[in-house]
Nanobody, 133 residues
Framework: QLVESGGGLVQPGGSLRLSCTAS????????LGWFRQAPGKEREGVSC????????YYADSVKGRFTISRDNAKNTVYLQMNSLKPEDTAVYYC????????????????????????????WGQGTQVTVSS
């Protein structure tokens, strides 16, 4: 399973770091992603990362503000969120999807983020992020 943490209430311009830790399986050969869903809106891909953390993808709305990273030794993926805006308010989910081959494919990293409704192997339960003054 995947368990997210690190959400909360933050003022505009503030920062948060989300964590997503896997239990029961190693993340080494999984592509990983962060997604979010705001009230009344569709789920959207925020950022994704390849196995081996060689390739990353960011939605245009978060480029330059968010950073995705992974620590396979800790079986965890992170999302550092800086310069937060009220429009970043949402429930944030992480997902993990096993790669069919042990190689980095940039197209598959992007594909994960632009297909937020795909049936990836594992999903977390979500963590609320609220940006408000």
């Amino acid at each position: 399973q995947l368990v997210e943490s690190g959400g909360g209430l933050v003022q505009p311009g503030g920062s948060l770091r989300l964590s997503c830790t896997a239990s029961g399986f190693p993340l080494d050969y999984y592509r990983l992603g962060w997604f979010r869903q705001a009230p009344g809106k569709e789920r959207e891909g925020v950022s994704c990362i390849s196995m081996g953390d060689g390739v990353t993808y960011y939605a245009d709305s978060v480029k330059g503000r968010f950073t995705i990273s992974r620590d396979n030794a800790k079986n965890t993926v992170y999302l550092q969120m800086n310069s937060l805006k009220p429009e970043d308010t949402a429930v944030y989910y992480c997902a993990a999807d096993l790669e069919p081959l042990p190689e980095v494919d940039p197209d598959r990293v992007q594909a994960m983020c632009v297909m937020p409704k795909a049936p990836y192997d594992y999903w977390g339960q979500g963590t609320q992020v609220t940006v408000s003054s």
